[in-house]
Nanobody, 121 residues
Framework: QVQLVESGGGLVQAGDSLRLSCAAS??????MGWFRQAPGKEREFVAR????????YYSDSVKGRFTISRDKAKNTVYLQMNSLKPEDTAVYYC????????????????WGQGTQVTVSS
């Protein structure tokens, strides 16, 4: 059974940090990514990492504040979020892709259920 299970979301204040985790099972993939979706907005790409080489890529809105990483032994991808801002408030989703450099949501074939991150000002 294909599963991507996110955890680690919560309510924090501006400037705080959170670490999201996503455990994968039952699937193979080349790249893992994080997306987010705020109320009334489209799902937005946040970051991705190639599973084998660990090559990362970030959206401009999070570059320098967020770090994506993976633990191959645990089949888990992480998103360390520092210096959080109210505009980071969204449901965060992890996703898996068979592409080397996926970007849009359509490039990812498997999705987790999402975890809520709320940043208060």
């Amino acid at each position: 059974q294909v599963q991507l299970v996110e955890s680690g979301g919560g309510l924090v204040q501006a400037g705080d940090s959170l670490r999201l985790s996503c455990a994968a099972s039952g699937l193979t993939f080349i790249t893992m990514g994080w997306f987010r979706q705020a109320p009334g907005k489209e799902r937005e790409f946040v970051a991705r990492i190639t599973w084998s080489a660990g090559i990362t890529y970030y959206s401009d809105s999070v570059k320098g504040r967020f770090t994506i990483s993976r633990d191959k032994a645990k089949n888990t991808v992480y998103l360390q979020m520092n210096s959080l801002k109210p505009e980071d408030t969204a449901v965060y989703y992890c996703a898996a892709s068979n592409r080397v450099a996926p970007y849009g949501a359509a490039d990812f074939r498997s999705w987790g259920q999402g975890t809520q991150v709320t940043v208060s000002s």
